[in-house]
């Protein structure tokens, strides 16, 4: 159980990306069907209000940290801190401006290489996932349990039913079913809360996708890494290729090793 100091901040992000979560269902009716696809990305005005907001919250819980966000090339441009705040205005840009509810907003507070705390609200979905460096990782403020050996193995991923690499991956992995779901961060927590063992990428992915639900995955017993199965860096550059989010961090390396063998059979063929 988390006290202190904390306990205090970590109540403080939740408040935040709720307070976001529901700004952006206030604005939602003036901006669906808007936005333009952008280098594999959605962009929408909406993700700069919702970064403006997020931002000045977060000046509010601590004005001297650094915000490092998806919507500020400025902020990506310099070193690290050493201490600072990783958010996602939206992610799953494309589900909000649709008008599907697979979408979160999201704040990691990062120390060093790794994020310590962090908040993700889906706010029509009524869901807030929060997670503490080895104090837990909780569902609307219920704790997220690690869990035993499962005979189910559920790859979860962006579409009804599975498309390209996750084809390849369900079939490499023998993967008993499949799960649709919204944004990459949201697809993690589905690990964590238990709606699904599995989820693959092979695509470009980024810091602000990942710091916050890898922290809640991780403190609710899985793993997440590279698509190589090495350690997400949180260092350097802010994108990376691929990943790998499982709820048994022991499966990893032959995940990894799995898919990579798939990956050259699948091109050897092509």
């Known amino acids: 159980m988390l006290v202190g100091r904390m306990s205090v901040e970590l109540a403080q992000l939740q408040a935040v ?21 952008s280098g594999g990305q959605m962009k929408a005005e909406v993700d700069a209000r919702a970064h403006e907001l997020t931002s000045e919250l977060l000046a509010g819980v601590d004005p001297n940290l650094p915000v490092v966000s998806e919507e500020s090339l400025d902020s990506q441009s310099h070193e690290r801190p050493a201490r600072y705040f990783l958010i996602d205005p939206i992610d799953g840009t494309a589900s909000y401006v649709n008008g599907f509810d697979g979408f979160v907003t999201q704040v990691a507070l990062m ?58 991956a369900s079939e490499a992995l023998g993967c008993t079913g499949y799960v649709e779901s919204g944004s990459i961060s949201l697809k993690i927590c589905r690990l964590a809360d238990r709606s699904a063992e599995l989820f693959v990428k092979d695509v470009a992915v980024r810091d602000w996708d990942l710091a916050a ?5 991780r ?46 059979e699948s091109a050897a063929g092509a």
């Open 213 to 217: 639900p890898d922290l809640v995955l």
């Open 111 to 168: 120390e060093g290489a790794r994020p310590v705390l962090s908040a993700i609200c889906a706010p029509a979905l009524g869901e807030t996932f929060c997670a503490a460096l080895g104090g837990g990782a909780t569902l609307n403020g219920a704790p997220l349990v690690p869990s035993g050996p499962r005979d189910e193995l559920r790859l979860i991923d962006n579409y009804p039913e599975a498309r390209g690499f996750a084809v390849l």
């Open 17 to 37: 990306v709720e307070e976001v979560g529901a700004a952006l269902l206030r604005w939602r009716a003036e901006v669906l069907g808007t936005g333009t696809w």
């Open 219 to 264: 403190e609710a017993g899985g793993a997440l890494t590279r698509l190589d199965g090495s350690t997400v860096p949180y260092a350097g550059s802010y994108q990376h290729v691929g990943l790998i989010a499982t709820y048994d961090p022991s499966q990893i390396a032959s995940i990894a090793k799995a898919l990579s063998r798939a990956a050259a």
